[in-house]
């Protein structure tokens, strides 16, 4: 059973609904038991870091997600929160990976919304997926290049479209709006 992560994020029901047509069951919980014994865990999330880092340490998700020990996949703001700090209301996140989530510099156009290439994939998620091939981005925010970056995507300035560390995987784009190369890369994940 997958546990999709539940809280303020926008998202939830497109990544189950992703899940599906996968024929993968899954549950949107913020049960801590029904997330602790699931095989997989997403933690997916559209919307504005402070107050989703709020909720989550109401419902004490702030210390679950970074003891989970099964494979766990961050989704555009689920990615940003497990870094250390966001610049977005000046957040402080999970931490599971020591790196600052940051916005992307205003005399350009933001948010970066749409279609974009991912390169360098260096993770078992992109097993499935061509070196060049696009996937579907909407963020005003980006997380830092580091040695946790597992792909990365050029949108104003280079930044990590991928990080891995342990059992948590995290993508800047939104895997269930990006059509096949999506799925090939949730099919990874849940194939852990």
């Given at each position: 059973?997958?546990?999709?992560i539940?809280?303020?994020?926008?998202?939830?029901?497109?990544?189950?609904n992703?899940?599906?047509?996968?024929?993968?069951?899954?549950?949107i919980?913020?049960?801590?038991?029904?997330?602790?014994k699931?095989?997989?865990?997403?933690f997916?999330?559209?919307?504005?870091?402070?107050?989703t880092?709020?909720?989550?340490?109401e419902?004490?998700?702030?210390?679950?997600?970074?003891?989970l020990?099964?494979?766990?996949?961050?989704?555009?703001?689920g990615?940003?929160?497990?870094?250390?700090d966001n610049e977005?209301?000046?957040?402080?996140?999970?931490?599971?990976f020591?790196?600052?989530?940051r916005?992307?510099?205003?005399?350009?156009?933001?948010?970066?919304?749409?279609?974009?290439?991912?390169?360098?994939?260096t993770?078992s998620?992109f097993?499935a997926?061509?070196k060049w091939?696009?996937?579907y981005?909407?963020?005003s925010?980006y997380?830092?290049?580091?040695?946790f970056?597992?792909?990365?995507c050029?949108?104003?300035?280079?930044?990590?479209?991928?990080?891995?560390?342990d059992?948590f995987?995290?993508?800047q784009?939104?895997?269930?709006?990006s059509?096949?190369?999506?799925?090939q890369?949730?099919?990874?994940?849940?194939?852990?």
């Amino acid at each position: 059973m997958i546990a999709i992560i539940k809280y303020n994020g926008g998202n939830v029901n497109s990544v189950q609904n992703a899940l599906n047509r996968l024929n993968r069951n899954s549950v949107i919980t913020d049960d801590p038991e029904l997330i602790l014994k699931a095989d997989k865990v997403i933690f997916p999330g559209v919307g504005e870091a402070s107050s989703t880092m709020k909720l989550l340490k109401e419902r004490g998700l702030d210390l679950l997600i970074p003891s989970l020990k099964q494979p766990v996949l961050g989704i555009c703001l689920g990615m940003q929160l497990m870094c250390k700090d966001n610049e977005e209301g000046n957040t402080e996140g999970l931490g599971i990976f020591d790196i600052s989530v940051r916005r992307f510099p205003a005399k350009d156009i933001v948010p970066h919304m749409g279609w974009n290439t991912i390169s360098n994939q260096t993770s078992s998620l992109f097993s499935a997926v061509e070196k060049w091939d696009d996937v579907y981005f909407v963020h005003s925010y980006y997380c830092e290049l580091s040695d946790f970056t597992t792909s990365v995507c050029d949108y104003i300035l280079p930044f990590s479209a991928s990080l891995q560390k342990d059992n948590f995987y995290a993508v800047q784009f939104h895997p269930e709006k990006s059509g096949t190369v999506g799925n090939q890369i949730l099919n990874s994940f849940i194939n852990l």
